[in-house]
T-cell receptor, first 111, second 114 residues
Framework: DAKTTQPPSMDCAEGRAANLPCNHS???????VYWYRQIHSQGPQYIIH???NNETNEMASLIITEDRKSSTLILPHATLRDTAVYYC????????????FGGGTRVLVKP | DGGITQSPKYLFRKEGQNVTLSCEQN?????MYWYRQDPGQGLRLIYY???????QKGDIAEGYSVSREKKESFPLTVTSAQKNPTAFYLC?????????????FGPGTRLTVL
């Protein structure tokens, strides 16, 4: 699975958009980009995933660059409950689709 | 209520004892996974199972064992051979039939070996 690089931490003001970058320059053509988040001492929560096109759901938007070497997760209106560690993962359907979690980005939403 | 349950939430054991962590899911998912998380770190895969009566080692399987006798259950045994067993253990499951298999996680079990 391709490796990802994320900033270790970032702050965001409550009510503003949070833009979380992820680099995955070695991604292969059939690998998907997944985003999960983990609130302190809980299990990770699935947010969104995509292959080539931008994706949006009730939680977030995922913007993938045309060359697929990087992506951005957008939380449109951050709330205090969005404070968590956000993991960007690339994976394809093989070997049980195991997910390789790196260090993630620790997001602190401030009032 | 559909979901993944792990019990207990906190577990204490003496060094040298084996301990079994429970993971049950009623989502009718084919695949199940066990991850370990150490403080400030990401998750590392211990074992996974794509079908009943079959499982594969993940990246850090040494000192652990699993069984998959039923689709709903995937217990993890932490043996005395595991050198640093104190950690947060997370179980996950996913549907194998789709092209993208989103994994859904349980609440985790925090194991402390004294």
């Amino acid at each position: 699975d391709a490796k990802t690089t994320q900033p270790p931490s970032m702050d965001c003001a409550e009510g503003r958009a949070a833009n979380l970058p992820c680099n995955h320059s070695t991604i292969s053509g059939n690998e998907y980009v997944y985003w999960y988040r983990q609130i302190h001492s809980q299990g990770p929560q699935y947010i969104i995933h995509g292959l080539k096109n931008n994706e949006t759901n009730e939680m977030a938007s995922l913007i993938i660059t045309e060359d697929r070497k990087s992506s951005t997760l957008i939380l449109p209106h951050a709330t205090l409950r969005d404070t968590a560690v956000y993991y960007c993962i690339v994976s394809f359907k093989a070997a049980g689709n195991k997910l390789t979690f790196g260090g993630g980005t620790r997001v602190l939403v401030k009032p | 209520d559909g979901g993944i349950t792990q019990s207990p939430k906190y577990l204490f054991r003496k060094e040298g004892q084996n301990v079994t962590l429970s993971c049950e899911q009623n989502l009718n998912h084919d695949a199940m996974y066990w991850y370990r998380q150490d403080p400030g770190q990401g998750l590392r895969l211990i074992y996974y199972s794509q079908i009943v009566n079959d499982f594969q080692k993940g990246d850090i399987a040494e000192g652990y064992s699993v069984s998959r006798e039923k689709k709903e259950s995937f217990p993890l045994t932490v043996t005395s051979a595991q050198k640093n067993p104190t950690a947060f253990y997370l179980c996950a499951s996913s549907v194998q039939r789709k092209a993208t298999d989103t994994q859904y996680f349980g609440p985790g079990t925090r194991l402390t070996v004294l």
